[in-house]
Nanobody
Framework: QVQLVESGGGSVQAGGSLTLSCSTSGDTYRTGCMGWFRQPPGKERQGFAFIDRWLTTTYADSVKGRFTISRDNTKDTLYLLMDSLQPEDTAMYYC???????????????????WGRGTQVTVSS
């Protein structure tokens, strides 16, 4: 079992920055691909930033160049630095991990075994 807890959400104005953290505990040695997902009100949850065990990153076009995902395997923590935030970034943000693959083969929510409860990010114009 792996437990994940997000922190760092909040309210910012457009153009601002936030850094999210995701602390993991339990069988952290089993964590492979880790990712950040977000779910705007009334919409589906979608992944947008991923990092594998060897720190290779991938991003959705909507956040590329603005968001940076990183992980510290010694601290069992995943991070998301978000710059140039826009109102359309408003959503509940979730971190997730899979123990089934060390690589980020799939961005589907079904590919991830363990999830945090989420942290709200609100961007005002």
């Amino acid at each position: 079992q792996v437990q994940l807890v997000e922190s760092g959400g909040g309210s910012v104005q457009a153009g601002g920055s936030l850094t999210l953290s995701c602390s993991t505990s339990g069988d952290t040695y089993r964590t492979g691909c880790m990712g950040w997902f977000r779910q705007p009100p009334g919409k589906e949850r979608q992944g947008f930033a991923f990092i594998d065990r060897w720190l290779t990153t991938t991003y959705a076009d909507s956040v590329k160049g603005r968001f940076t995902i990183s992980r510290d395997n010694t601290k069992d923590t995943l991070y998301l630095l978000m710059d140039s935030l826009q109102p359309e970034d408003t959503a509940m943000y979730y971190c997730a991990t899979t123990t089934r693959s060390m690589y980020c083969d799939s961005w589907s929510t079904a590919a991830f075994d363990y999830w945090g409860r989420g942290t709200q990010v609100t961007v005002s114009s």
